[in-house]
């Protein structure tokens, strides 16, 4: 999937809009290819690919679009 990361959190969180409009949970160790969590993230585009757990879905394999 495709999106924009849209915030931050300092504990170590975020969440990502999905191109289809949707937000999905992200934790900073999803990170890849380089990424770092920091304020940069906020409004990149990212790929990413989604998984199901129990809190609901959450993004993985983030990395540069």
Do not use: C
């Given at each position: 999937?495709m ?22 949970f992200f ?15 906020v409004?990149r ?18 990395r540069?679009?």
């Open positions: 999937m999106g924009t990361v849209k915030t931050i959190r300092n504990a170590g969180f975020g969440f990502i809009r999905t191109d289809e409009r949707t937000e999905v934790h900073r160790t999803a990170l890849v290819g380089g990424l770092e969590f920091n304020e940069q993230l409004e585009r990212v790929r990413f690919e989604v998984i199901s757990t129990e809190r609901g879905p959450r993004a993985v394999a983030i540069p679009e």
